[in-house]
């Protein structure tokens, strides 16, 4: 292929230059802050319905889901979950159980052998705080039926939605800019 020549005219630097400020302008707008925020809920509520397989009346995913949060500044999107169940007679979480955490990185030693232990901060979150191991644990429900568990998969809700939120966010910022005159 041929080299070519693009000769840069004045009108042409002097759209650029507008298309910049607009950029510019645009980044540090509430609007665009509160649209981006927008589109990362989202994906956040999307990602939590596949990932936990949950409706609207499913009250664990329900309480998990309005939980949710994004925030977006000039520089960055921060997305998060801070869901703490609270806990009566246990030593072990005296105050409340993180289910943000539990969702996110899984527990017990199926916890522990998924996906979600890679991410895990060591210091931070502990698979099998009672060693119950293959022997599992039984827990009722509200209902007062009794079940038995190794634990759960973690399942990487907002590492999925990081993953996606990466993959769309020029696209949502290329959006908006085309939106405003």
Known sequence: MANQNVELSQDNLEN???????????????????????????????????????????????IYRNSHNAKATENEVTISNVTIVPVTNSENYPNGFDLSKAVEYGTGIVGLSSDGSMLAVQDDWEYDINNHGESGWYYFDKG?????????????????????????????ITEYIDKID
């Open 16 to 62: 650029l230059i507008k298309y910049y400020e607009k950029i510019e302008k645009t980044l540090k707008s509430e609007n665009f802050k509160r649209y981006i925020e927008e589109k990362c809920y989202d994906v956040l509520n999307k990602i939590t319905r596949q990932s936990l397989n949950a409706d609207e009346n499913e009250e664990y995913e329900h």
């Open 144 to 172: 007062g039926v009794r079940h038995w568990t190794k634990g759960m998969k973690g399942s990487l809700i907002y590492e999925k939605a990081r993953l996606e939120i990466e993959d769309n966010i020029n696209d949502w």
